[in-house]
């Protein structure tokens, strides 16, 4: 069956995209993971991945033009097959003449599904699955801030959304009454797949849920469509009865605001929400400050709190073990770390940096700097500044072709509870190290708030990984796709050296560059290195 491919969120303030290019066209083979296009919106030029395998059959907007949130792109299936019908009923289609289309055979096994397709209801319209990152594959359905029969506006929060990078949230850009809710809260669903439907009142959407629904959920099709149909009144009531039944409930607030709450040790009954019917969000929670005394007052409380949720003590010789699901971020660090291992031949560089000169002039840095430049933030300036002088390993290994990129974005990968994320520091080469180090310094804190938005963990062309500060010598990184290779970082230690007649201590930081041997030869990866030791080992020149 035929694939839509609409155009996603790939920024919390993005109303439309432009197709800068097209990286596919009509009649191409494509895989799940092929980047169709690229799109401009209001805050950087992303890669747009169809998440279908197929044959591509349709595109909606030429490149040079925008379309707007949810509008059909392209349309991925099997080749010959019949897609028009897809096209009925969505108003954006219509205000864009369809680019050249692959000629098909007209017969009446293609013109079957044409045939049984429901088409949505005039005046409602679909909210399906956003792409929120530029690695995401689905999204957990973390809570509904709306109900079934609720009436909401083009700028509501409807739900809040776990990614593999962060809990964002979803907006349905569509005013009306909310008809359809399709995945329940805890549950996850894929990008494009339908979520949420919003018309006018009374509107019956059963029968075109049901369509939808695939054989092996048609079972489900009768209770979907009477979850659709259900009355305002009998939802109401039955929220209203949850809320009573459970003491949780008696404060309301996103689940959101209740994890940003738990982790600031804010206490949620002393917040006033401004959502709706008094509901906290996380801008609540943002804003909120509290009470000198009533921190103190609170702080006893929060030592009981967690002596009483201490685990249990375990007999000796007991044997036990805790699952832990995994969360989004873990399933994409798992799934593109082992592609990036097994599909790319990495090969490794080692080099040993005297870092005496960085230490001393680092002090006398931070001496006239706003911001306090660490040995990182001199590491990603020296990193850009030599990956300017070799531009084939600011390079990204893109299947048939390799990407020689001109600009520089240096990913900083930070570990966090849930796993690792790399917000990226963008035309690094250009910045001055205390705008680096100031950038870092936010992009860190939103990163450990999960406030990063799409924009600021993706388009990296190099990365760099650091476990300096935690005493590790020596490691290796692997690379972080589609970029060609990944620096990683050591401690700094003391070594005794030879000097003059006698000996003495330096100070030194090994450095391990992990290249992708498809788009980087050694001996390009090892002059990378020397450049790079040039800079660290006499920052003046980055100054210059």
Not at 75 to 96: F, R
Not at 108 to 127: D, F, N, Q
Not at 168 to 192: F, P, Q, R
Not at 284 to 291: E, M
Request: charged residues 25%; negative net charge.
């Amino acid at each position: 069956m035929a694939e839509v491919i609409r155009m996603p969120l790939l920024s919390d303030t993005m109303t439309e995209g432009k197709i800068v290019t097209w990286n596919k066209k009509v009649g191409d083979k494509v895989k799940s993971d092929d980047v169709l296009a690229d799109v401009e919106t209001d805050k950087a030029t992303m890669e747009v991945t169809g998440y279908a395998d197929g044959t591509l059959l349709y595109i909606g907007v030429p490149a040079g033009e925008a379309a707007k949130i949810n509008q059909i792109i392209a349309i991925v299936g099997k080749e010959g097959e019949d897609y028009k019908a897809l096209l009925d009923g969505d108003k954006d289609a219509a205000k864009v003449a369809p680019a050249k289309e692959m000629p098909t055979e007209t017969n009446k096994e293609s013109a079957t599904p044409a045939a049984t397709k429901v088409a949505l209801p005039a005046g409602a319209k679909e909210i399906r699955m956003p792409l929120l990152s530029d690695t995401m594959t689905e999204g957990k359905i973390v809570s509904w801030n709306k109900k079934v029969g609720d009436l909401v506006k083009s700028d509501d929060v409807l739900a809040d959304v776990e990614t593999d990078k962060a809990t964002m949230e979803v907006v349905g850009y569509e005013e009306g009454t909310l008809l359809y809710i399709g995945v329940e809260a805890g549950s996850a669903a894929k990008i494009n797949e339908i979520i949420a439907i919003v018309g006018k009142p009374g509107t019956d959407v059963s029968a075109y849920i049901a369509a939808e629904k695939s054989g092996a959920n048609s079972a489900t099709a009768p209770a979907v469509a009477a979850i659709a149909a259900t009355a305002v009144n009998t939802e109401a009531a039955a929220t209203e009865s949850k809320e009573e039944a459970s003491g949780d409930q008696r404060i309301k607030a996103s689940p959101l605001a209740k994890k940003l709450a738990a982790d600031k040790g804010i206490d949620l009954s002393k917040v006033s929400g401004t959502g709706d019917n008094g509901r906290i969000t996380k801008k609540d929670i943002d804003s909120y400050v509290p009470a000198a005394k009533q921190a103190v007052a609170d702080a006893p409380k929060t030592a009981t709190t967690a002596k009483t949720v201490a685990p249990a003590f375990v007999v000796n010789g007991q044997e036990g073990f805790t699952d832990t699901p995994l969360t989004q971020m873990r399933k994409v660090i798992a799934r593109r770390l082992s592609e990036s291992k097994f599909a790319a031949p990495h090969f490794y560089l080692t080099m040993e940096i005297n870092m005496d000169n960085a230490m001393t002039s680092r002090v006398a840095m931070n001496e006239v700097s706003p911001v306090k430049i660490s040995f990182n933030d001199m590491i990603i300036k020296a990193s850009a500044m030599a990956l300017r002088l070799h531009p084939d390993v600011n390079s990204s290994w893109m299947g048939d072709f390799i990407r020689h990129n001109q600009h520089i974005h240096i990913g900083s990968a930070l570990a966090l509870p849930e796993g690792l994320i790399v917000p990226v520091i963008r035309f690094a080469d250009q910045k001055s190290l205390s705008q680096i180090a100031a950038d870092a310094k936010e992009l860190y804190g939103k990163a450990k708030d999960k406030k990063l938005q799409p924009n600021e963990f993706s388009g990296n062309t190099f990365t760099i990984s650091n476990l300096g500060m935690m005493d590790i010598e020596e490691f290796t990184a692997i690379i972080n796709p589609p970029d060609s290779a990944i620096l990683a970082v050591g401690a700094i230690k003391e070594k005794v050296v030879k000097k003059g007649d006698g000996f003495g201590v330096t100070n030194v930081m090994k450095l391990t560059l992990s290249c992708d041997h498809r788009s980087v030869d050694g001996a390009v990866g090892a002059a990378f290195l020397q450049t790079l030791k040039k800079f660290l080992e006499n920052p003046v020149t980055m100054l210059v």
